[in-house]
């Protein structure tokens, strides 16, 4: 039975949306707007990276991998991810784990900014990801 990819396809569309007016509204609004901009941005990069580990999970649970996922640490599963060809660049993943579990001790303007960076590279990679399942989703 192939994995229902609707509620990812709806994040990383979201995902993409906000990082666009991100960009349209780029010195055009006050700093307020800007940093709500910026906390919507942070929020859609959150539960599409959730998804996107748990669809990796899913995946590979439903494809018998003859390898144990319960228990696995997220280094683990993108590794396991990374040999079924799901992902291509593990550090990178790596790199948007501990993005967002940074997001939930986001106190200064500087942090949110450094992560706001990192979910634009995320979203090339969710992309993909997202592709990669649709092929391999039968």
């Given amino acids: 039975m192939a994995l229902d990819l609707s509620s990812l396809q709806k994040s990383v569309n979201s995902l993409e949306r906000a990082i ?3 960009s349209m509204t780029n010195g055009t609004v006050s700093i307020e707007q800007e ?3 910026r906390a919507g941005v942070i929020q859609n990069f959150e539960f599409t990276y959730e998804l996107c580990w748990k669809f990796m999970k899913r995946w590979l649970e439903k494809n018998d991998t003859g390898q144990a996922i ?5 280094k683990e599963l993108f590794r396991l991810a990374a040999e079924h060809l799901l992902i291509k660049n593990i550090e990178a993943w790596f ?3 501990k993005a967002r579990n940074q997001t939930a001790h986001i106190y200064d ?3 949110a900014k450094e992560i706001f960076e990192t979910v634009k590279n995320f979203l090339p990679e969710a992309k993909e990801f997202l592709k990669t399942l649709e092929n391999k989703n039968d």
């Fill in 20 to 22: 666009k007016v991100a």
């Fill in 109 to 111: 303007e500087r942090k």
């Fill in 35 to 37: 940093e709500v901009i």
């Fill in 70 to 74: 319960d228990g696995a640490t997220m």
């Fill in 95 to 97: 790199d948007y784990h």
